[in-house]
Nanobody, 119 residues
Framework: QVQLAESGGGLVQAGGSLRLSCVVS????????MGWHRQALGKQREMVAA???????NYADSVKGRFTISRDNAKNTVYLQMNSLKPEDTAVYYC?????????????WGQGTQVTVSS
């Protein structure tokens, strides 16, 4: 069974930084695209950043130049470095990964980690 576990969320003042991590575990054969989405209260979930297995990245316009996504394929882990945080970045952040396991393949999601940015 594939599981994703996020960590690193918390409360930070505007202008501060946080680093999110997400570890994929289970009977994994390979991991393809990985990424981060977020959902603010009362809003739809939106893509924040994505990264291919080869390291090609894509960002939402609202976070370009402030957030950096990276991955460590040996550790089955994806990171999101968030700098210059703004109150509008407040949301639950979810990681996702396209996983080929020994039993099945599909896109898996973590439980989410809360990020709160105070003004």
């Amino acid at each position: 069974q594939v599981q994703l576990a996020e960590s690193g969320g918390g409360l930070v003042q505007a202008g501060g930084s946080l680093r999110l991590s997400c570890v994929v575990s289970g009977r994994i054969f390979s991991i393809n695209d990985m990424g981060w989405h977020r959902q603010a209260l009362g809003k739809q979930r939106e893509m924040v950043a994505a990264i291919t297995r080869g390291g090609r990245t894509n960002y939402a316009d609202s976070v370009k130049g402030r957030f950096t996504i990276s991955r460590d394929n040996a550790k089955n882990t994806v990171y999101l470095q968030m700098n210059s945080l703004k109150p509008e970045d407040t949301a639950v952040y979810y990681c996702n990964a396209g996983v080929v396991s020994l039993d099945e393949l599909g896109t898996y999601w973590g439980q989410g980690t809360q990020v709160t940015v105070s003004s």
